[in-house]
């Protein structure tokens, strides 16, 4: 229980497309860039993957 609790990550859900000030951020352009060019095009399934392992902790 003790390991669990150290490794327990909190992670606010924000729905992006309510929220045009963080949509339209320079910070999010960036990460979606990052993001897009790690997944070769697959930016879709790379962020369904880093939710199921942000729920799976």
Do not use: P
Not at 23 to 41: D, M, N, P, R
Request: aromatic residues 10%; proline residues 0%.
């Amino acid at each position: 229980m003790i390991g669990k609790m150290e490794n327990y990550v909190n992670v606010d859900y924000i729905d992006i497309d309510k929220d045009s000030k963080l949509k339209a951020s320079e910070e999010y352009k960036q990460v979606i860039q990052f993001l897009t060019h790690i997944s070769g095009g697959k930016l879709e399934q790379l962020l369904y993957m880093l939710g199921f392992i942000v729920s799976s902790q």
